[in-house]
């Protein structure tokens, strides 16, 4: 009895389906402009979005230079219905295209919100490429710029600090990727600080820099380490600066041991290579002295 009550509701709800698409279908292909447009705004109200989108993007073009309020609620609705479908890069375009068309419009300022919501949406997650979430912060700034006094504007605000976020986290990740590859390739030792200093011009109140701050000093120390000798001094003193910029910003930081062993060993470097280059200097001075108070055998003698 299960499986009979089973059978029928199944043959029931294919039926329906089948009888809906040739009921789509015929209106697709026989209904005229009119038709269509009530449809479209029916199929809408029922959160059907897809048979809406397939209606109102048929009828729109056709609207134009018609019924002006006909042609603008198809266009809104229509990049409605690819936003309702998670069609994002389509949304943005269209809303976009309908604020820049229908400027006067009631529904302008919405549109140019849900552009900028839209790009916002479309913005990947942050290991990825992030082009498009520099363009979403790019629309929401607009958008603020453009109505000041909006109630979109607090909601603007919190996107754009939410992406921005991405932003930050994308490079806390590109810095820490230098360091951890960086046994391999002494490169990447000082990429690894580059990419330190130019996130933390970029993000200077970021959660992430207080390791990373860390993890500069840690990385000059092993570029010094392994650097030739000529570069080495340098790159010692480099580690006290980054150590004592380091130290006096997160003077209870968990990473402050380890921290004073780089800064310390450092230290012990740059006393012998200064004490190298003492000796060098004396023995090229008493070299030349030499050279000077031992008259050559060639030189002819002054009478």
Known sequence: MRNTLFGYTI?????LVLGSCSKFSKLQKEGTLEQKYEAALQYYKKA????AGLLFEEITPLLNGKDARQAELAQFYNAYCNFKQSNYNMSQFLFKNFYETF?????AQEALYMHAYSLYKDSPNFNLDQASTLTAIGALQDFINTYPESAFREECTTLILELRDK???????????YYQTSEANIANFRSAVVTINNYQKEFPDSKYNEELSYLR???????AKLSFSEKQKERYQDVNKYYLAFIDKYPKSKYVRQAERYFENSQKELTTIVAAEKAAKEANTTSNTGKLSTPSSTTPQNK
């Open 167 to 177: 932003l930050e986290k994308k490079a806390y990740e590109k810095a820490k990727l």
């Open 217 to 223: 000093v840690d990385a000059q120390y092993k570029l």
């Open 103 to 107: 400027q006067r419009s009631e529904y």
């Open 11 to 15: 043959l029931f709800l294919t039926t």
């Open 48 to 51: 059907d979005y897809y048979h």
